[in-house]
């Protein structure tokens, strides 16, 4: 007997919610706004605008499904199922933030505040919720946004619908040595500020500064398109280490091979610092594009 499919709401915590846990009262929130020449009615505003449409996605679940809710901040704890339907309810960024933890369920996005928000990746409104829930259960059409993916040599493994970055965890320069994937040798050396790897989703953001300040010739790639774009940050030529591999392009089935040669670097995936991998001296970590993609309901 299969089981009812889940509605799986994801949010995060308001800007209005995160000014209550640090000043107790509305009216400390109030105060410490004002003395800064800001006003504590757009932010209440937006916080009502957001628990709103939470209570229309929530109230258009039918009944027969089962129903469960999780911030941001718990992602890395919560076990999603395949028989999910994720309802993402706020920015663009909160997809990529829950992308990573997916293993191809399909994926509604809410814009909470259309008009706000660029709405790439929440593209819906919360009234559209109960057709929504139909379409994805019955299969409906979904965007397969292509993802990165970080393996390390001890099968740690990460995920990412943007971008990853490798660099020092305390802003240092990285050390470590840098080829393409199964090339004999151990690559060349670099001191760096970091890589970047990223994919089509992620070219309106870092990855495109990036691109546009190198002056790339290669092209970015469309969010569908199984291709990725990879930068060096301020690669240091010296005696001992080059600049010759600073950007290039992988295709599916390519990889770049990046070995660490300093104390620790830390690998993490859409902003999202806190969970990381954590690789030593002598570790090594392949980046590629991902075999699994993020579904999204069109």
């Known amino acids: 007997m299969s089981l009812a499919p889940r509605a799986v709401l994801v949010h995060r915590r308001t800007e209005y919610e995160e000014l209550m846990d640090r000043h107790g009262t509305h009216g400390q929130a109030a105060f410490f706004l004002s003395s800064r020449g800001r006003s504590i009615d757009e932010v209440v505003a937006r ?3 957001t628990r709103q449409a939470l209570r229309e996605v929530a109230a258009a679940v039918p009944l027969t499904w089962r129903s469960s809710r999780v911030e941001r901040a718990d992602l890395d704890r ?10 993402v309810v706020g920015q663009d960024g909160l997809v990529a933030n829950t992308a990573k933890y997916l293993s191809g369920q399909p994926v509604v996005g809410i814009d909470t505040e259309p008009g706000r928000n660029p ?3 929440v593209r819906h409104r919360s009234a559209d919720t109960a057709a929504l829930l139909r379409a994805a259960s019955a299969g409906g059409r979904t965007d397969d946004l292509t993802m990165v993916e970080a393996v390390a ?5 990460l995920l990412a619908l943007n971008e990853i970055y490798l ?3 305390g802003h240092q320069t990285a050390r470590y040595r840098l080829g393409p994937d199964g090339e004999r040798g151990a690559g060349e050396a670099q001191a760096s500020s970091g890589v970047l790897v990223g994919t089509g989703t992620g070219a309106t953001g870092w990855l495109r500064s990036l691109w546009l ?10 969010p569908c398109e199984r291709g990725l774009l990879w930068f060096v940050r301020e690669a240091w030529p010296s005696p001992a280490t080059g600049t010759s591999r600073v950007a290039g392009r992988l295709e599916a089935g390519q990889g770049l ?3 660490v040669e300093s104390d620790r670097i830390v690998v993490f995936g859409d902003g999202m610092e806190a969970d990381a991998l954590h690789l030593t001296w002598g570790q090594s970590v392949r980046l590629g594009v991902a075999g699994t993609s993020l579904r999204l309901l069109t």
Do not use: K
């Open 257 to 259: 091979r990046l070995t």
């Open 78 to 87: 919560f076990l999603f199922a395949p028989e999910d339907v994720v309802v």
């Open 47 to 49: 916080h009502e605008r």
């Open 213 to 222: 300040e190198r002056g790339a010739t290669a092209s970015l790639p469309a």
């Open 167 to 169: 660099g020092s965890p």
């Open 153 to 157: 040599d001890d099968t740690q493994r």
């Open 119 to 121: 709405g790439v990746l």
